[in-house]
């Protein structure tokens, strides 16, 4: 009797097909979901790669700095491992003014805007010191008659301009995202503005004259505190004609060599994250 009951229940139980359109729909799903984890994915491992990898070239050319006094037993230079922390500071303020900012924004917008126009102040008078790093190439630590192989200052001098080089990029990169999202809405379309990019020129302008002031007027990001000495030396250097010209030919050349360089770097960057939309998006 249960074999006939449960035959007569498989005879009464209907099938109903499932509409095409569903089927399609539900795969166009799948695979939207699909290509937004490994495009997710892929972003990810990409930018933990490239953050490793900045951090171990700043890394590598601190330690070449202390293995050039501990191996070939000469004085340790220290201007330049000086030059590789200011070379990464500014990140640092970035970070720490970002947070103070956030923190202040839970209570009052003002203070909060107050702290990052601080902080992008502070920034932008401390950045110079990444791309300095790139006059280290005028070899100026080594001596005559210096124990130390030319090989071996040649790979520390270019791993120092480099990490500067990466440093700079790094910086200008992560303010160029945020100050245009914030200027302009959270989109991609913010960051490829023909605004955000002349700003991004200006600012390379501005690192050319302050690598110019540091290297052949000697003056540091914190001789502001000292305003009128300061005003007073520059000034009487650009009296000269000579000086202006000199000043202008080095800060347009050195802007336009990290101009190209952030087109290549920071362009890969935009276009992951442009691909990143595009996926999430679709």
């Not at 007569?8 to 699909?34: D, F, G, K, L, V």
């Not at 347009?252 to 999430?280: C, H, K, Q």
Request: proline share 4%; aromatic share 10%.
């Amino acid at each position: 009797m249960l074999s006939v009951r449960a035959g007569a229940h498989r005879a009464t139980r209907r099938s109903y097909p499932i509409p095409a359109q569903n089927i399609q729909t539900a795969a166009a799903q799948s695979r939207n979901e699909t290509a937004e984890r490994r495009g997710g994915g892929a972003a990810t491992l990409e930018g933990m790669l490239f953050v490793t990898g900045v951090i171990a070239l700043n890394l590598y050319a601190a330690v070449l700095v202390v293995l050039r006094a501990l191996v070939y037993r000469t004085r340790l230079y220290r201007p330049m491992l000086w030059n590789v922390w200011l070379s990464v500071l500014p990140v640092f303020i970035l970070l720490a003014g970002f947070i103070a900012g956030a923190i202040l924004m839970q209570f009052d917008a003002l203070p909060a805007r107050v702290a990052w126009i601080a902080t992008g102040i502070v920034w932008l008078l401390l950045l110079p010191n990444a791309s300095y790093l790139i006059t280290e190439l005028n070899f100026s630590h080594r001596e005559e008659d210096d124990p130390v192989p030319l090989w071996y200052d040649i790979v520390l001098v270019i791993t120092l301009a480099m990490s500067g080089v990466v440093n700079t990029v790094v910086n200008v990169l992560i303010v160029h995202i945020i100050a245009s999202i914030v200027v302009f809405g959270d989109s991609l379309d913010a960051i490829t503005r023909p605004a955000s990019w002349i700003a991004v020129a200006c600012v390379l302008l501005l690192l050319g004259l302050g690598m110019y002031l540091g290297r052949y007027l000697r003056l540091n990001s914190w001789d502001v505190k000292h305003p009128i000495g300061f005003a007073r030396k520059v000034l009487a250097h650009f009296r000269s004609r000579q000086h202006l010209l000199a000043c202008a030919g080095f800060s347009v050349t050195y802007a336009i060599f990290l101009g190209l360089i952030y087109l290549i770097v920071g362009g890969l960057a935009i276009d992951g994250m442009s691909a990143l939309e595009l996926a999430r998006s679709s």
